[in-house]
């Protein structure tokens, strides 16, 4: 696994020594947060930490909520959290968080795997304008594949009706997407087996919303 930094990382805070800049550069520092959900507190670290219980250190794992990268928290001592907390990372860690780097699928414990598609959907719910956007904006690949071949169970036939549907005016939401596409019965539910699909399978040619690179990360 590469622990090198990249753009999900925690970034080192900012200088206190700084000038505070104009109000512009805060809103912006505050509309580019980026956070995540804890999906497990170990409070006596990982079991597979072979040290005495009192060595080891209280660990966490999160779900980035932007573009679903997992992570392993390093916590302090004192440090509390709770499943499904949310918790900011950037630009600077939340209280009780040394340190924040990626992970794999399969670095996680059973816990936090377990967690994890609850708390997809929920980003997922939390997120509905953000994720009806995939359906109204999703594009070509190539001549043969389109954005939305890539989720569950859409075809060629249903692809269309999608295409079709969008191009009498944009979806509002998921409940208006389903009455107004036949076939396409939980788009929602949909979007959280393709998340989880990415988030599983590392040798996916496409990925679609895991990574800062997915088309709905920056939205």
Same mark, same amino acid.
Request: hydrophobic share 35%.
């Given at each position: 696994?590469?622990?090198? =930094?990249?753009?999900?990382?925690?970034?080192?805070?900012?200088?206190?020594?700084?000038?505070?800049?104009?109000?512009?550069?805060?809103?912006?520092?505050?509309?580019?947060?980026?956070?995540?959900?804890?999906?497990?507190?170990?409070?006596?670290? *990982?079991?597979?930490?072979? *040290?005495?219980?009192?060595?080891?250190?209280?660990?966490?794992?999160?779900?980035?909520?932007?573009?679903?990268?997992?992570?392993?928290?390093?916590?302090?001592?004192?440090?509390?959290?709770?499943?499904?907390?949310?918790?900011?990372?950037?630009?600077?860690?939340?209280?009780?968080?040394?340190?924040?780097?990626?992970?794999?699928?399969?670095?996680?414990?059973?816990?936090? =795997? &377990?967690?994890?598609?609850?708390?997809?959907?929920?980003?997922?719910?939390?997120?509905?304008? =953000?994720?009806?956007?995939?359906?109204?904006?999703?594009?070509?690949?190539?001549? =043969?594949?389109? &954005?939305?071949?890539?989720?569950?169970?859409?075809?060629?036939?249903?692809?269309?009706?999608?295409?079709?549907?969008?191009?009498?005016?944009?979806?509002?939401?998921?409940?208006?997407?389903?009455?107004?596409?036949?076939?396409?019965?939980?788009?929602?539910?949909?979007?959280?087996?393709?998340?989880?699909?990415?988030?599983?399978?590392?040798?996916?040619?496409?990925?679609?919303?895991?990574?800062?690179?997915?088309?709905?990360?920056?939205?």
């Amino acid at each position: 696994m590469n622990d090198e =930094r990249d753009p999900a990382s925690v970034s080192d805070p900012p200088d206190a020594s700084e000038d505070a800049a104009d109000s512009d550069a805060e809103g912006a520092d505050i509309d580019d947060a980026v956070y995540a959900y804890v999906l497990e507190y170990l409070p006596h670290g *990982r079991a597979d930490d072979d *040290r005495p219980q009192h060595r080891r250190s209280a660990v966490a794992y999160g779900l980035g909520e932007r573009d679903f990268r997992l992570f392993e928290f390093d916590l302090t001592d004192d440090a509390e959290f709770g499943i499904d907390d949310r918790v900011v990372l950037e630009p600077e860690t939340a209280p009780g968080i040394e340190r924040a780097r990626r992970v794999d699928y399969d670095d996680l414990n059973r816990g936090a =795997r &377990q967690e994890l598609e609850y708390v997809v959907e929920d980003i997922i719910e939390a997120n509905e304008s =953000r994720f009806i956007d995939f359906y109204n904006d999703a594009e070509p690949i190539s001549l =043969r594949l389109h &954005q939305l071949n890539l989720l569950p169970g859409i075809g060629k036939k249903l692809r269309n009706n999608i295409l079709d549907a969008r191009k009498r005016g944009p979806f509002e939401s998921f409940a208006d997407l389903s009455e107004r596409v036949s076939g396409l019965h939980s788009p929602k539910e949909t979007l959280v087996e393709r998340v989880m699909e990415e988030l599983r399978d590392d040798d996916l040619k496409y990925r679609i919303f895991v990574g800062v690179d997915a088309p709905t990360a920056n939205k």
